[in-house]
């Protein structure tokens, strides 16, 4: 059951598991929770709307590379939402994001990890040429573990990703869980007693943009059997051409976390959210979608259908219908359209808009002033997408007005 179709599952009678709904946090909880960073941060200290932000010294120091803050948004439940940026994305650029999902009960951890190097550019050769399937799988293996993967012995006008142990996703990721609980000990809960690893994955949600969904997918699909996945236009692992030519881990057997507890978001504007949905469909991941009765977009497997987002909202006091526990659609997809300045402010243009503050539109669809849409996370509820993201926090159900 998936994280939101469960809670949906509640507002409309059926039947569900009480342990999959978090209780959420109240405002004054949310305000005193303490937003800390760690790593190599601004000098001063600065406020947030949720809570404290103070500049530490990093504890896994030495040979750190790259070494930005890790953000974590503290709540009271033992649930972690784990949000890998982008390549190329710093840790600071999801703060509205991670503010609904804190305000939703979870504790939250933007992890910095060694996302310089986007996959596919890492899968092409220095020459042009692709290279096998199997290259996206060893990239981001060795990304996650840090295990000399890639390139392979023998590879030609390969790119060397020089990924150890220490810069590993999986090392970072305890390294920050570890120091979270030097601040609360109920982060300890994530953190196996006697090897000091990350543990009880069951409780953790895995979230990313881009690359950084695509590393939540292949961790839930690969790895470790997780709460939930989230991702925002990814995974991208396929070639331009054929595009049907997807990364080998995407079609292969382990399936660690059930694919019912996938979600995706994405806009249909995005050449990255085109490989996503086609991944999301039938043909790969097979992600149930019984709510998803829109057709997707041109050059998308058109059996993959979606559900495109613009015309919901969280609430049916105005009218509209409640779209049923049922029917909860995962593959989701809007058609936002960026002003012609709208990559003034926003790098990533259509890609980061259903995630990346500067690119999130407020609701009547700015990008420009983020005068209600606020970058610093003070007032989520402003943004466009943020009765998508309640809802595939398990938030809020959603209403189709139209």
């Given at each position: 059951?998936?994280?939101?179709?469960?809670?949906l599952?509640?507002?409309?009678?059926?039947?569900?598991h009480?342990?999959?709904?978090?209780?959420?946090?109240?405002?004054?909880?949310?305000q005193?929770?303490?937003?800390?960073?760690?790593?190599?941060?601004?000098?001063?200290?600065?406020?947030?709307?949720?809570?404290?932000l103070?500049?530490?010294?990093?504890?896994?120091?030495?040979?750190?590379?790259?070494?930005?803050?890790?953000?974590?948004?503290?709540a009271?439940n033992?649930?972690?939402?784990?949000?890998?940026?982008?390549?190329?994305s710093?840790?600071?650029?999801?703060?509205?994001?991670?503010?609904?999902?804190?305000?939703?009960?979870?504790?939250?951890?933007?992890?910095?990890?060694?996302?310089?190097?986007?996959?596919a550019?890492?899968?092409?050769?220095t020459?042009g040429?692709d290279?096998?399937?199997?290259?996206?799988?060893?990239?981001?293996?060795?990304?996650?573990?840090?295990?000399?993967?890639?390139?392979?012995?023998?590879?030609?006008n390969?790119?060397?990703l020089?990924?150890?142990?220490a810069?590993?996703?999986?090392t970072?990721?305890?390294?920050?869980?570890?120091?979270?609980?030097t601040?609360?000990?109920?982060?300890?809960?994530?953190?196996?007693?006697?090897s000091?690893?990350?543990a009880?994955?069951?409780?953790v949600?895995?979230?990313?943009?881009?690359?950084?969904?695509?590393?939540a997918?292949?961790?839930?699909?690969?790895?470790?059997?997780?709460?939930a996945?989230?991702?925002?236009s990814?995974?991208n692992?396929?070639?331009?051409?054929?595009?049907?030519?997807?990364?080998a881990?995407?079609?292969?057997?382990?399936i660690?976390?059930p694919?019912?507890?996938?979600?995706?978001l994405?806009?249909?504007?995005?050449?990255?959210a085109?490989?996503?949905?086609?991944?999301?469909?039938?043909?790969?991941?097979?992600?149930a979608?019984?709510?998803?009765?829109?057709?997707?977009?041109?050059?998308v497997?058109?059996?993959?259908?979606?559900?495109?987002?613009?015309?919901?909202?969280?609430?049916?006091?105005?009218?509209?219908?409640?779209?049923?526990?049922?029917?909860a659609?995962?593959?989701?997809?809007?058609?936002?359209?960026?002003?012609?300045?709208?990559?003034?402010?926003?790098?990533?243009?259509?890609?980061?808009?259903?995630?990346?503050?500067?690119?999130?539109?407020?609701?009547?669809?700015?990008?420009?002033?983020?005068a209600?849409?606020?970058?610093?996370?003070?007032?989520?509820?402003?943004c466009?997408?943020?009765?998508?993201?309640?809802y595939l926090?398990?938030?809020?159900?959603l209403?189709a007005?139209?």
């Open positions: 059951m998936r994280l939101h179709s469960a809670l599952a509640a507002l409309v009678g059926s039947a569900c009480p342990s999959m709904i978090i209780g959420a946090v109240d405002a004054a909880v949310a005193d929770g303490f937003f800390f960073a760690e790593g190599n941060c601004p000098a001063s200290t600065v406020t947030s709307a949720a809570g404290f103070s500049s530490v010294a990093n504890p896994s120091a030495g040979g750190i590379a790259p070494d930005r803050c890790n953000y974590a948004f503290d009271p033992d649930q972690l939402l784990v949000y890998l940026p982008g390549s190329a710093t840790t600071d650029q999801f703060d509205n994001f991670a503010a609904t999902a804190q305000a939703a009960g979870y504790k939250v951890l933007v992890l910095d990890y060694d996302n310089r190097q986007t996959v550019s890492a899968c092409q050769a020459d040429s290279q096998a399937p199997s290259c996206f799988d060893l990239v981001r293996e060795e990304t996650v573990t840090g295990a000399d993967k890639w390139p392979t012995a023998g590879c030609q390969c790119v060397d020089q990924i150890d142990s810069n590993s996703i999986l970072r990721l305890q390294h920050a869980i570890t120091y979270a609980a601040r609360d000990s109920s982060w300890s809960h994530f953190l196996d007693a006697t000091g690893q990350v009880n994955w069951q409780d949600v895995l979230a990313g943009d881009a690359d950084g969904g695509g590393f997918a292949y961790l839930a699909k690969e790895k470790f059997t997780v709460r996945v989230l991702m925002f990814a995974p692992d396929a070639y331009k051409s054929p595009s049907t030519k997807v990364g881990w995407i079609d292969d057997a382990t660690k976390t694919m019912v507890n996938f979600s995706g994405g806009n249909f504007r995005d050449a990255s085109i490989s996503a949905t086609t991944i999301w469909g039938p043909s790969h991941f097979k992600m979608c019984s709510g998803c009765i829109d057709a997707p977009p041109t050059g497997d058109p059996t993959a259908t979606v559900l495109y987002v613009d015309h919901l909202t969280s609430s049916c006091d105005g009218g509209g219908s409640l779209i049923s526990a049922s029917d659609p995962t593959r989701l997809l809007t058609k936002f359209q960026p002003a012609a300045s709208y990559d003034v402010t926003c790098s990533t243009g259509a890609a980061g808009s259903v995630v990346v503050d500067a690119c999130t539109p407020d609701e009547k669809g700015d990008v420009l002033s983020h209600s849409c606020k970058l610093d996370g003070s007032a989520p509820e402003s466009m997408f943020y009765p998508i993201w309640q926090l398990g938030g809020v159900a209403c007005t139209q």
